[in-house]
């Protein structure tokens, strides 16, 4: 298997090996140079570079960017500096009434659903949560909880603990059936799993960069679906949230009718410009192209494991399965394999007491060969 990338991408490539993206992956080098170059030219020019002109129009590309990563129009989507900033304000937006309910799942990371109770403590809403049984979430038991009273569904595309990937068709259709918004946070998706907004009915989606788009910190989009962009009243407001920002009227809001009406603040606007460089990276390798790289580590990881008698907590099965392989080894303490395999600078994540894998588009089957040959030895010393 050639490696899908040069290594000169993902320069520290070569003296680690990364099987991390679902904590934060390695950063595109293109993305990196963009934020530097940004932040040096801001550091020594001020505003003559970066006007008003340039801060007005500056997340132009990158909607056009983020647009074309889900098949949707540039005007669909919204910038922000974190998924849970975009959440919440849209949480705050849509406002579940009393005697309505959020549903999600228990097993869900922990930013998805708290913009919906914080909202629901002042409203009087409620959140019904699916609860996972035996590390394994079934959807069915999503779909049971969703009822005349459920004002959203919000769900992780993959879960971050077991990698779980949900079916956004079936789910998005139990939510449509009874009214309620189906909305998605594809943190842990985008990048490395296609979405496709022409196919999939999404009301909204969120994501941060920092992890399967290869991006930094401090930015984030959301898709928001155009029948939900002229009602609603972002939660977070600003300066930028105006339609004509730099008119500087303090009397009164009057936002576009887009997801623009999102971007409401002045923000790391260097880290977007780097993310429009990952994302264009990420689409000229094709999202297609890194899922099967991926599942090709994947099924060589998984197999690898099972041959050591690891209990693979993640579901393996073709259409729940994602780049993130969550394990156990029975005697074995996670946290000492994981401590251990970071001696000999291989980086994987420690979630519950499980040891949890997330290998991306730059690493090579040499890499996970690699790891298991280490645990294959670890084992023996720590067992
Ligand atoms: C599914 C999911 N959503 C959101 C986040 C974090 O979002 P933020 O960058 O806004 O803190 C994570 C982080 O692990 C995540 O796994």
């Known amino acids: 298997m050639k490696p899908l990338v040069p290594t000169s991408d993902f320069p520290k490539r070569d003296d680690l090996i990364y099987l991390n993206a679902a904590?934060?992956?390695l950063m595109y080098?293109?993305?990196r140079a963009t934020i530097s170059d940004w932040y040096n030219d801001v550091a020594f020019n001020g505003?003559?570079?970066?006007?008003?002109?340039a801060e007005t129009e500056v997340f132009d590309s990158i909607h056009d960017l983020a647009a074309q990563l889900f098949n949707v129009n540039p005007t669909d989507i919204?910038?922000?500096s974190s998924a849970t900033e975009l959440l919440s304000s849209l949480a705050w937006a849509i406002a579940p009434k009393k005697g309505e309910n959020i549903v999600s799942t228990d097993i869900v990371f922990p930013s998805t659903i708290y913009p919906w109770q914080r909202v629901a403590n002042t409203t009087g809403?409620?959140?019904?949560?699916?609860?996972?049984?035996?590390?394994?979430?079934?959807?069915?038991?999503i779909v049971k909880l969703i009822d005349q009273q459920t004002a959203v569904v919000c769900i992780s595309h993959v879960e971050y603990g077991n990698g779980q990937l949900f079916d956004l068709e079936k789910l998005s259709d139990a939510a449509h059936a009874v009214g309620a918004f189906f909305i998605?946070?594809?943190?842990?998706?985008?990048?490395?799993?296609?979405?496709?907004?022409?196919i999939v009915s999404i009301d909204a989606l969120v994501c941060s960069a920092y992890?399967?788009?290869?991006?930094?910190?401090?930015v984030a989009i959301m898709y928001l679906n155009p029948k939900l962009q002229y009602n609603l009243e972002p939660g977070l407001v600003g300066f930028r949230s105006h339609k004509d920002m730099w008119k500087l009227d303090p009397r009164k809001i009057e936002y576009p009718d887009t997801a623009k009406k999102f971007e409401f603040s002045t923000m790391a606007f260097g880290c977007a410009r780097g993310l429009e460089a990952s994302i264009r990276y990420i689409l000229d390798i094709g999202v297609k192209t890194i899922f099967t790289h991926n599942r090709l580590l994947t099924d060589q990881l998984i197999a690898g494991l099972i041959k050591q008698n690891a209990q693979i907590i993640s579901p393996v099965n073709d259409k729940e399965r994602s780049a993130i392989v969550t394990v156990n080894f029975q005697g074995c303490n996670s946290a000492t394999l994981v401590q251990k395999l970071k001696h000999q600078q291989i980086f994987v994540s420690l979630r519950s007491n499980t040891i949890r894998f997330s290998p991306h588009f730059y690493n090579t089957k040499d890499d996970i060969g690699i790891t298991l040959d280490h645990i294959r030895r670890l084992l023996k010393i720590i067992k």
Do not use: H, M
């Open 78 to 80: 919204a910038v922000g």
């Open 23 to 25: 904590n934060v992956a």
């Open 29 to 31: 080098e293109g993305c």
């Open 47 to 53: 505003s003559i570079n970066f006007n008003e002109s």
């Open 184 to 198: 998605i946070d594809a943190t842990q998706s985008a990048g490395a799993i296609p979405i496709d907004g022409n």
């Open 211 to 218: 992890k399967w788009l290869c991006g930094p910190f401090g």
């Open 125 to 141: 809403a409620t959140i019904k949560l699916a609860r996972g049984k035996d590390n394994y979430l079934d959807p069915d038991d």
